[in-house]
């Protein structure tokens, strides 16, 4: 992907100044965009929907949790756990951020 | 490739991860649908049944149709947001109709068949039309 500032350079007018660095990776963008319409969802029900194996989605999830854009619950429905993810208050602003930088990119100059 | 080309891609996916999202986690539609349905049964047979056995017969029906939804909706993985919003205003909504269904089917219009099959689709419409208006959500997005 082109998207990502070139290394030193962190502000400007350009759109791009505007994306979100953690969500550039595909499936990071992937996993914000499948938790943005819900208040939270099970781990597999992200895993099945971006179409990738459980450790590289927990791979992005720490990641994504790191950078406090993901919140991570582990809870118990009778007998089976479950881990739910949610993005955070940061995290929406961030991903609204982003599309809106990625709006701005696709439009081009003028 | 431009960065438009990739900003275009990256958008087109995330609108379409988003409406997928959407659809799969449209399990709330079919529960309005049931609790709905449940209505058309249960109000008449609460209006027009009258004794012990009505009685014990309804509480059995209203206990399994609230357990039958309360475990679909434990087992479902994904929770859109607003849900808590909207499922309150569908209760409560629910609770009022019923509660006067229920006052004037037992005063005013009491053994009324007509009243009854009238009061039976006023208790249905707060979950009919909210599962409506999910479905129209759902297609629009």
Known sequence: ?110 | MTDFTDAGEALDRAAETEAETRRRADWYTRYLMVFAAGQLVLVPMALLWKGLLAALVFAVLNLLLMAGLSVYAARQRAVLRGFGARHGSVIGGWAAAFALAIALGTSAYEGSVGFAAVAAVWCALPPATAAWGGRRRAAAA
């Open chain 1, 1 to 110: 992907m082109t998207l990502r500032p070139p290394a030193g350079e962190s502000s400007g007018s350009h759109p791009r100044h505007a994306l979100e660095p953690l969500l550039n990776a595909p499936v990071r963008l992937s996993v914000a965009a499948a938790l943005a319409p819900v208040d939270k969802a099970e781990f597999g029900f992200v895993r099945d929907l971006v179409e990738v194996t459980d450790s590289a989605l927990s791979k992005q999830i720490a990641a994504l949790e790191d950078g406090g854009l993901v919140a991570v619950d582990k809870g118990r429905v009778g007998r089976r756990a479950r881990t739910w993810l949610s993005l955070t208050e940061d995290g929406r602003a961030a991903y609204a951020r982003h599309l809106t930088a990625l709006r701005a990119i696709a439009l081009g100059p003028g």
